[in-house]
């Protein structure tokens, strides 16, 4: 059920991503707000402004505005769509609600070199939940040791069907693809590129589908590639074995091997542009969410508070386990 009491004031002094009038369609049974300006194509327009939607887990809530050159995303984290049970047998974290307030560059600039994924989140979805690929989990426990789980690998860490999970402070947050929103999106834009949020850095990030050719608006639209592949061969080290994608050493990226760069985005036209911009996409293999910007990332996407406590799967009090192969 929509909550009109979030809906902002004509008047409220700040610019929307979107102005114009509110309408609202209805989705397997859940009320959007939907805006009836489109931006050359059906873009999500809806989250342009406030919405609620009844979640399983308590009322999903996110507004979206722009002042003083920047993007700004409040939300409470929930998500807005159907979502896997937590606690699991994998994770013992139940969802609970956040408060969240996302700052982005309305104009971001990319910079001559990229900047690692470290202790940010990626970016937040339009739904308000955010985009966070990384793990806690280390090969022997020991974050020393160069090895990284990766979470769509072959350690089970309760991720449900929208490849997402909850932190020990009730956060949930996508490990690639967010399959319920997409599925939501689609039923408005069923074939078209799919904006799905914002990075910390400002650029945009769109699903998997994009541009054979992303200057030609008339190209073919398919699902892009990553420039990322197994390593082969044996681990030199650590835990030996064969590169299997079991950790995030596993993969290396090469260049001119996929669509995408280290970062997974590339410049190209984009629905609502009139000007090819920078722009991240998601993909269906590896990294299935960035793990770099090609911007400066807001602060405000920074990890919060200090080194986590124990993760959704933390090794020292659920001993790992593969997911069947």
């Known amino acids: 059920m929509i909550n009109k009491a979030w809906l902002p004031p004509d008047n409220m002094g700040q610019r929307c991503c979107s102005t114009g009038r509110l309408a609202r369609f209805r989705s397997a049974g859940v009320s959007y707000l939907k805006g009836a300006r489109v931006l050359g194509f059906l873009a999500l327009v809806f989250f342009m402004g406030v919405f609620s939607v009844a979640s399983q887990t308590g009322e999903s809530r996110a507004r979206i505005y722009e002042r003083d050159n920047f993007r700004y995303l409040e939300s409470n984290g929930l998500p ?14 139940r969802i609970r609600q956040q408060q969240y307030r996302f700052r982005m560059a309305l104009s971001p600039a990319t910079r001559s070199q990229s900047i690692p994924l470290g202790r940010y989140l990626f970016g937040v979805a339009l739904n308000g939940v955010p985009f966070d ?4 989990e280390f090969w022997n426990r020991d974050p020393r040791s160069g090895w990284r789980y990766e979470a769509m690998g072959s350690l089970d860490l309760g991720l449900d069907q929208n490849h997402a999970h909850v932190q020990p402070d009730g956060s949930y947050h996508y490990h690639a693809l967010p399959v319920g929103l997409i599925s939501h999106l689609r039923e408005e834009n069923p074939s078209g590129m799919l904006l799905l949020g914002y990075a910390a850095d400002g650029f945009s990030v769109f699903d998997d589908r994009g541009r054979a050719d992303p200057m030609n608006r008339q ?19 650590g835990p030996g074995g064969t590169y299997d994608g079991t950790f995030i050493e596993d993969y290396e990226f ?18 609502g542009s009139d000007t090819p911009i920078y722009h991240y ?3 269906g293999s590896f990294p ?38």
């Open 133 to 136: 690929p990384g793990t806690a």
């Open 80 to 93: 807005d769509h159907d979502h896997g049970e937590f606690p699991n047998a994998h994770n013992p974290n």
């Open 281 to 283: 996409h998601l993909t």
């Open 288 to 325: 299935f969410i960035p793990r770099c910007f090609r911007g400066e990332p807001d602060p405000s996407f920074q990890h919060r508070g200090g080194p986590p406590g124990p993760h959704p799967h933390d090794p020292r009090q659920h001993p790992p386990r593969e997911r069947p192969r």
């Open 254 to 271: 090469i260049s001119g091997s996929g669509d995408l760069d280290e970062c997974n985005g590339h410049v190209g036209l984009v629905p």
């Open 219 to 237: 190209s073919a639209l398919s699902s892009l590639r990553s420039g990322y592949r197994l390593r082969t061969g044996q681990r030199p080290g």
